[in-house]
C-alpha cells in the first residue's frame, strides 16, 4: 500500500483498515473512519449481525435501518465475504495484503482456524497491523472465557464501583463495557502505524483485553493499589456521597440535577442562596459552615434541604443561575437534552448525515474541534455495497468471477 | 533484528494541567516512547497527589509513569520565560486549563504557535472552550451526567446510579492519543500543524450512542433497567458467600440455558414451560432471580464463575480490589508492572520527595 498524506482538512492518511469487530471493538474502527481512515467493514454474506439489532428506525425491521448498525459505522465501506470457505479465505487474504491494519474480536482462536491469523497474513504483508479486541485478552487463564457487556462490568470491577452501597452492584448503561477496549486499540493501532512509517519499524500484533482496558478506566481509584496499600476495597458510594456533602443528584422540578460543593466558599453561596429561597434558617446553621467534609456528620438534614431547594428549580435554572453565583450544578442530561443543547450546538458536534433507508438524522462526529481537520460525513454503508470497486477495481475480479462468488454465497 | 527505536522516540511533549484526562493521555503517549514533561509548580500540584480517601494519591504511579516532572511556577514572569522556551524546543503542548486562566497567566496559543510554528496543541477543557459555556467553572465527576448515560444506569424507577470515578474523563484521556498521534503524523507528512480542542462534555455524549439517532426516529428515551436486558434472562448479579460477594450471570442462547441448567444439577424448575423460552423467563424474571439467587448464596462467587465457565455460559464474580490485584489471569498477562512513584510534599522542593514502589 503506498503511502499517501492525509486530504485537506482530513486528519489521517487514507489508511487501508479491515473491520471485522463485533461490539466489543466497533468503535475502534468507527474512530479511525471517522479522522480519514479507509475502513473497510468486511461482512458475513448474509450481513453483519447487529444490522439485525433493534431499535430500527421508525420502528420498521430492515437490515439497513438498524440505530445500532447506523451509529457504530460511520465513515466505512462495506463488503460481503465468508471468511469460512476456503474461497472466502483465499480472498481475505488478497484484501489483508493491501491492508495497513486489520481489526477483529472473534474468539480466541477463531482466526487461526480460519487460516487468518497474524503469522499467516504477515508473510503476505510484513507491514500489517493486526489489532484483536477481545473480552480477556489473548493469553492467561480467562482467555477463553465466555463473556457479554454486563461479565465485562463484573470482570473489571466497574460494577463494584456502580450503585448504592446497601444494593447490588449495577450495571452502567448503554454497553459501556464496549468503549474502553475500543479506544485503547485505537491508541495503539495509531502508536503502530506511527512506528512503522515514521520509525521504520515493522508491522505488529496488538492485544487489547477489555478487561484490562477497563480496570485502566478508573485508575483515580486504582482498586489494585488501594488493595496492595491500605487492604482496602474500592466501593459503591451511591447517587449521594458520604464524604463530600452535598453532591450528587438530586430531583429538580424537570428531572434531575446533580451538583458538589467542594470549598468553604461555594458553601456560603449556596447556603446563603438556599436561605433566600426557602426561607429555612437551619441552613444558616454554624455547624454546617467549613470544608466538605465538616458537613457529613449532618448529611441526611443536609440533603432534605438540598432537595426541597432544587425541587423549585428547573435544572436548566439551578445551572445558569449556579454559574452566576460561582456554584457548580450539571444537569443530568436526557437524550432530547443533548440534542438541544446550545454548547453542543455551537461546537460543531453535531452532523446530518443522509442514508437512503433511515433519512437524514442527526449524529454526533468527533470528539474535538479544530479548524484545520474535520471528521466526516458519510452514513454507514448498505451491505456488500463496496463489492465490485474493490473486489473488482482493486483486486481485479472480472464481472464473471464476482458473479460466480455471488451465486456461491461467498460475497 | 530488533528495531531499536520505541513507536513515539523522538517527539517531545508538555504537558501542563491536573486530574485525570490530560496526564492519562500524557501516560499512554509516554509509555510509546515520547518524552512527556509533566509541568507543575511547587505550590499549585496536581490535587490528585492528596485526594484523602486514596492517602497514596489516587493512580499516582499510574499517571507518572514513564513521565519527566518538572516544577516551573508559570504564573511569575522568570517562569513563563522558561516554559516558552520548552514549547520552543516541543513538539506538542497539551493543556486542560480554561482560557480565561491561561489568559491569566500570559499563556495564549497564537503566541506560542509564534514560538513555535509547527507546534500540535492539544486543548482539553471540560465543557468546551467556545460556546456559551466556555467559562463555566465544573468539576469531571459531575461533568459525566451530562453526557446522557447517568440517566440510562440504575434501576428502574429510582434515582441514576453513578458510577465512584469520573469513566467520561477517561474517554477523552484515552482518545486524545489518537488526535495527537495523527496530528504529529499530518505534520510530518504534509507539513501542517493542528489546535485540537476536545471535551468531557463531549467525549462522555458521544457514549450515549443509538439512542440518540432512536430518539430522533421514534421519540423514546431510554429507560433504567437496572441489570436487566432484554435479549437476556436470567441476567444479573446474585448474592454469594462472604460480605458483599456477587458473581454476574448472563444466559443470552437457547444453548446457554441447557448448559446453565446443566452446570446447576438440573433442578426441577429448570424444566418448567415458564422458563423453556427466553420470551417466558423475561416474563417470569422475578422469581427466576429468586431461584438462580438460592442457588448461588450457598457458594463462592469463584465457585459459581468457575461452574458455569466451564459449562461454557458467560459468568464472573463482580471483582473487588483484591480479586483484580491477586487475579493469576491478569498475574499470567503481566498487567501490573512494579514501578517508582513519588509521594507529593508541598514543604518540600521535589527532589526531596520520596520515592516509593507502586503498580500501574
Known amino acids: 500500500m503506498p503511502f499517501e498524506a492525509p486530504a485537506d482538512g482530513v486528519l489521517l492518511p487514507p489508511y487501508r483498515v479491515l473491520d471485522l469487530a463485533g461490539p466489543e471493538g466497533v468503535f475502534c474502527g468507527k474512530l479511525l473512519a471517522d479522522y480519514g481512515a479507509d475502513v473497510i467493514k468486511v461482512e458475513p454474506p448474509a450481513g453483519d449481525p447487529t444490522r439485525q439489532r433493534p431499535p430500527f428506525i421508525g420502528d420498521q425491521p430492515g437490515p439497513e435501518r438498524s440505530a445500532y448498525f447506523l451509529f457504530y459505522n460511520t465513515n466505512k465501506r462495506s463488503v460481503t465475504l465468508d471468511l469460512e470457505s476456503s474461497q472466502g479465505q483465499g480472498l481475505f487474504k488478497k484484501l489483508a495484503a493491501s491492508a495497513d491494519v486489520l481489526i477483529e474480536s472473534f474468539p480466541v482462536g477463531y482466526m487461526k482456524s480460519l487460516g487468518l491469523d497474524f503469522d499467516t497474513l504477515k508473510t503476505g504483508n510484513p507491514g500489517l497491523v493486526m489489532c484483536s479486541v477481545t473480552p480477556f485478552g489473548q493469553t492467561g487463564p480467562w482467555k477463553d472465557f465466555q463473556s457479554t457487556d454486563l461479565i465485562s462490568l463484573a470482570a473489571s470491577g466497574f460494577m463494584q464501583i456502580t450503585g448504592d452501597p446497601d444494593g447490588p452492584p449495577l450495571r452502567q448503561g448503554n454497553e459501556q463495557s464496549h468503549f474502553p477496549g475500543a479506544q485503547h486499540a485505537a491508541a495503539a493501532i495509531m502508536g503502530a502505524l506511527f512506528y512503522r512509517d515514521m520509525q521504520g519499524g515493522p508491522g505488529q500484533y496488538i492485544d487489547v483485553s477489555m478487561q484490562e482496558a477497563m480496570i485502566t478506566y478508573y485508575t483515580d481509584a486504582h482498586p489494585a493499589l488501594a488493595w496492595m496499600q491500605r487492604g482496602e476495597n474500592v466501593t459503591r458510594v451511591g447517587t449521594n456521597s458520604t464524604l463530600v456533602i452535598p453532591l450528587g443528584a438530586y430531583p429538580s422540578k424537570d428531572g434531575w440535577i446533580s451538583a458538589g460543593i467542594i470549598t468553604p466558599r461555594e458553601w456560603e453561596n449556596l447556603s446563603q442562596w438556599m436561605y433566600e429561597v426557602t426561607g429555612n434558617e437551619d441552613i444558616l446553621n454554624d455547624a454546617y459552615k467549613g470544608g466538605n467534609q465538616d458537613r457529613a456528620p449532618y448529611n441526611d438534614i443536609i440533603t432534605a434541604l438540598v432537595i426541597d431547594f432544587t425541587t423549585r428549580f428547573t435544572s436548566e435554572e439551578l445551572f445558569h443561575q449556579g454559574q452566576e453565583r460561582n456554584l457548580v450544578f450539571i444537569p443530568v442530561n436526557t437524550v432530547p437534552d443533548l440534542l438541544s443543547d446550545p454548547q453542543l450546538e455551537a461546537s460543531n458536534f453535531w452532523f446530518d448525515l443522509d442514508h437512503a433507508d433511515a433519512g437524514t438524522l442527526k449524529y454526533p462526529l468527533g470528539v474535538f474541534d479544530s479548524e484545520e481537520v474535520s471528521p466526516g460525513t458519510k452514513p454507514a454503508p448498505h451491505l456488500g455495497q463496496d463489492n465490485d470497486a474493490i473486489f473488482g477495481g482493486e483486486l481485479g475480479l472480472s464481472e464473471t468471477e464476482l458473479a460466480s462468488l455471488h451465486a456461491q454465497g461467498t460475497i | 533484528m530488533a528495531n531499536p527505536k520505541k513507536a513515539l522516540e523522538g517527539v517531545r511533549i508538555l504537558e501542563l494541567g491536573p486530574y485525570v484526562a490530560l496526564p492519562m493521555t500524557g501516560r499512554i503517549l509516554a509509555s510509546m516512547g515520547a518524552e512527556v514533561i509533566k509541568v507543575e509548580t511547587n505550590k499549585v500540584l496536581d490535587e490528585m497527589n492528596f485526594i484523602p480517601a486514596w492517602s497514596r494519591g489516587g493512580g499516582q504511579p499510574e499517571f507518572q509513569r514513564a513521565k519527566k516532572r518538572i516544577t516551573i511556577d508559570v504564573r511569575t514572569p522568570d517562569g513563563l520565560e522558561v516554559f516558552k522556551e520548552l514549547v520552543k524546543v516541543s513538539d506538542v503542548f497539551m493543556t ?13 496559543f497564537p503566541e506560542l504557535r509564534r514560538l513555535r510554528p509547527d507546534i500540535i496543541l492539544m486543548w482539553q477543557t471540560g465543557l468546551g472552550g467556545i460556546g456559551p459555556y466556555y467559562t463555566y467553572k465544573s468539576y469531571g465527576i459531575l461533568v459525566q451526567h451530562m453526557g446522557g448515560v447517568s440517566l440510562m444506569s440504575g434501576e428502574e424507577g429510582e434515582p441514576p446510579a453513578t458510577i465512584n470515578t469520573s469513566y467520561s474523563d477517561y474517554h477523552t484521556g484515552v482518545f486524545q492519543p489518537v488526535a495527537v498521534i495523527g496530528a504529529l503524523m499530518r505534520l510530518r507528512l504534509t507539513g501542517r500543524p493542528a489546535t485540537m480542542e476536545s471535551s468531557i462534555f463531549k467525549s462522555g455524549a458521544l457514549t450515549a450512542g443509538p439512542a440518540i439517532l432512536d430518539y430522533q426516529s421514534t421519540g423514546r428515551t431510554p429507560q433504567r433497567m437496572g441489570n436487566r436486558d432484554p435479549f437476556a ?45 427466553l420470551e417466558s423467563r423475561l416474563a417470569d424474571q422475578e422469581r427466576l432471580d429468586g431461584l438462580v439467587g438460592e442457588w448461588t448464596a450457598g457458594q463462592t462467587a469463584e465457585d459459581v464463575m468457575t461452574r458455569l465457565q466451564e459449562a461454557g455460559v458467560p459468568a464472573s464474580l463482580v471483582s473487588q480490589g483484591k480479586d483484580l490485584y491477586e487475579s493469576a489471569h491478569l498475574k499470567a498477562r503481566e498487567f501490573y508492572r512494579p514501578t517508582r512513584f513519588y509521594l507529593a510534599d508541598r514543604a518540600k522542593p521535589a527532589w526531596e520527595w520520596q520515592g516509593e514502589e507502586g503498580i500501574a
Do not use: K
Request: proline share 3%.
Open chain 2, 233 to 277: 434472562a436470567p441476567h444479573g448479579v446474585y448474592r454469594c458467600q462472604g460480605d458483599d460477594r456477587w458473581c454476574a450471570i448472563a444466559v443470552q442462547t437457547d444453548e446457554h440455558w441447557a448448559a446453565f441448567c446443566r452446570a446447576i444439577g438440573s433442578p426441577e424448575w429448570c424444566s418448567e414451560d415458564s422458563f423453556s423460552s
Open chain 2, 96 to 108: 486542560n486549563f480554561r482560557r480565561n486562566i491561561l489568559d491569566r497567566w500570559g499563556i495564549d
